[in-house]
């Protein structure tokens, strides 16, 4: 079965620090790629998507991401952490061969000190 | 803008018990989803349905069952809950793979303790 991993499951940082979260996808052809973010006590919304196109993907809130199809990664970027940003982050793939479902990972929390 | 909503936030129930969970979208979205969130797994995928009446297995759907009898509402049951059901459980609806836009949204999700 596909599946997708997230390398951090804890990340502390201090603000204006620089953020990357890991991303890798199992192989599986045709993808589209997704990070969403959860906000504490808050549903899940989506911080961007990629589809085709531009690898590099620009979401809300100054994150972006890179999706580098030779090492089937799709890792999230932002420059400087804010406090604001305390939430925990997933990966997730919709594999086409799949069927539409998406799959997550398993989620990266991320804590910003003040 | 696409509103996903669940019938109740928290629910606490008695092992044995049959639970519904209900969810509804108002986008005529074909494609809806349940997954369960716990702690360390990440969002957990239990059960789909690409249509009205249509269902199909995710990958953890030991326990549950669901109902899609009309198109904006999709209905996940626990035949007899278990305290290991104790969980978040999260709505998703989408249009079908290969629309323009793939994105999923979620419902607020219902925390179920089953004691």
């Known amino acids: 079965a596909q599946s997708v991993s997230q390398h951090n499951h804890h990340v502390i940082l201090s603000e204006a620090a620089s953020l990357e979260l890991g991303c890798n996808y199992s192989?599986?052809?045709?993808?589209?790629l997704f990070w969403y973010v959860q906000y504490p006590g808050q549903h899940l919304q989506l911080l961007l998507k990629?589809?085709?196109?531009?690898?590099l993907v620009k979401g809300i809130k100054g994150f972006e991401a890179e999706f580098i199809k030779s090492k089937f990664s799709f890792n999230l970027r932002k420059p400087s952490v804010q406090w604001s940003d305390t939430a925990e982050y997933f990966c997730?793939?919709?594999?086409?061969?799949?069927?539409?479902?998406?799959?997550f990972g398993q989620g990266t929390e991320l804590s910003v000190k003040p | 803008d696409v509103k996903v909503t669940q019938s109740s936030r928290y629910l606490v129930k008695r092992t044995g018990e049959k639970v519904f969970l209900e969810c509804v979208q108002d986008?005529?979205?074909?494609?809806m989803f349940w997954y369960r969130q716990d702690p360390g797994l990440g969002l957990r995928l239990i059960y789909f349905?690409?249509?009205?009446?249509?269902?199909e297995k995710g990958d953890i759907p030991e326990g549950y069952s669901v109902s899609r009898e009309k198109k904006e509402r999709f209905s996940l049951i626990l035949e007899s809950a278990s305290t290991n059901q104790t969980s978040m459980y999260l709505c998703?609806?989408?249009?079908?793979?290969?629309?323009?836009?793939?994105?999923?949204?979620f419902g607020p999700g219902t925390r179920l303790t089953v004691l």
């Open positions: 998703a609806s989408k249009l079908p793979l290969g629309s323009n836009t793939d994105t999923q949204y």
């Open positions: 192989y599986g052809g045709t993808v589209n």
């Open positions: 990629y589809f085709s196109g531009d690898p």
């Open positions: 997730a793939v919709i594999f086409y061969n799949q069927g539409g479902k998406l799959i």
């Open positions: 986008m005529d979205h074909e494609n």
């Open positions: 349905s690409y249509d009205v009446k249509m269902k």
